[in-house]
């Protein structure tokens, strides 16, 4: 496992070993034991699987309560994936961190608990899996504004993104409610 420390300590790109041939390729997405000698021990509870059409931006989101730890990978397509640090006791709080993922590279992202996530769909389409230490909690989930200029997040976008509602209508860093 190949593994990138970002400008935010804490948040890791990792490449896995793909070994390839005429038929295609396999890799370990996730072996335990490789993850804990990279310092990642936590315990992951459900894996998720999003498909967003080129333009989609969803995010930025994190659970208060039950905050989620999120190994984040793409299986189809291309993205720009984004960490917020909203930890208030850490040095990164409100810096922010994006690199692109996208299926042939097999990169992966770890964004720990105590962050904002989300991304911007590159390509025609991706398909966005990824595994949370944390279970979803609907009442526990909030959204931090994408384009809040606190945070200057350099979005590699080509006119207005897709957003939900929701993600549109998120809290600026400023009024947002963020971990201690």
Same mark, same amino acid.
């Given at each position: 496992?190949?593994?990138?420390?970002?400008?935010?300590?804490?948040?890791?790109?990792?490449?896995?070993?793909?070994?390839?041939?005429?038929?295609?390729?396999?890799?370990?997405?996730?072996?335990?034991?490789?993850?804990?000698?990279?310092?990642?021990?936590?315990?992951?509870?459900?894996?998720?699987?999003?498909?967003?059409?080129?333009?989609?931006?969803?995010?930025?989101?994190?659970?208060?309560?039950?905050?989620?730890?999120?190994?984040?990978?793409?299986? &189809? @397509? /291309?993205?720009?994936?984004?960490?917020? !640090?909203? %930890?208030?006791?850490?040095?990164?709080?409100?810096?922010?961190?994006?690199?692109?993922?996208?299926?042939?590279?097999?990169?992966?992202?770890?964004?720990?608990?105590?962050?904002?996530?989300?991304?911007?769909?590159?390509?025609?389409?991706?398909?966005?899996?990824?595994?949370?230490?944390?279970?979803?909690?609907?009442?526990?989930?909030?959204?931090?504004?994408?384009?809040?200029?606190?945070?200057?997040?350099?979005?590699?976008? &080509? @006119? /207005?993104?897709?957003?939900?509602?929701? !993600?549109? %209508?998120?809290?600026?860093?400023?009024?947002?409610?963020?971990?201690?």
């Amino acid at each position: 496992m190949k593994v990138e420390r970002t400008a935010i300590a804490d948040v890791l790109v990792l490449e896995p070993k793909a070994f390839g041939d005429e038929r295609g390729f396999f890799m370990e997405t996730w072996n335990e034991r490789v993850f804990e000698k990279i310092g990642i021990k936590e315990k992951f509870v459900q894996d998720n699987h999003s498909l967003s059409a080129k333009n989609v931006l969803r995010g930025l989101h994190y659970q208060l309560r039950q905050a989620q730890g999120k190994l984040v990978r793409v299986t &189809a @397509g /291309e993205i720009w994936d984004v960490a917020v !640090d909203l %930890r208030r006791r850490s040095a990164s709080f409100g810096r922010w961190v994006g690199t692109r993922l996208d299926a042939a590279s097999h990169r992966m992202i770890w964004v720990p608990a105590g962050f904002a996530h989300g991304f911007l769909v590159l390509s025609e389409r991706a398909d966005v899996h990824y595994k949370t230490t944390d279970y979803y909690a609907p009442g526990d989930e909030r959204t931090l504004l994408w384009n809040d200029p606190e945070l200057g997040i350099a979005w590699p976008l &080509a @006119g /207005e993104p897709v957003m939900s509602d929701k !993600d549109r %209508r998120g809290t600026p860093l400023a009024g947002a409610e963020t971990y201690a």
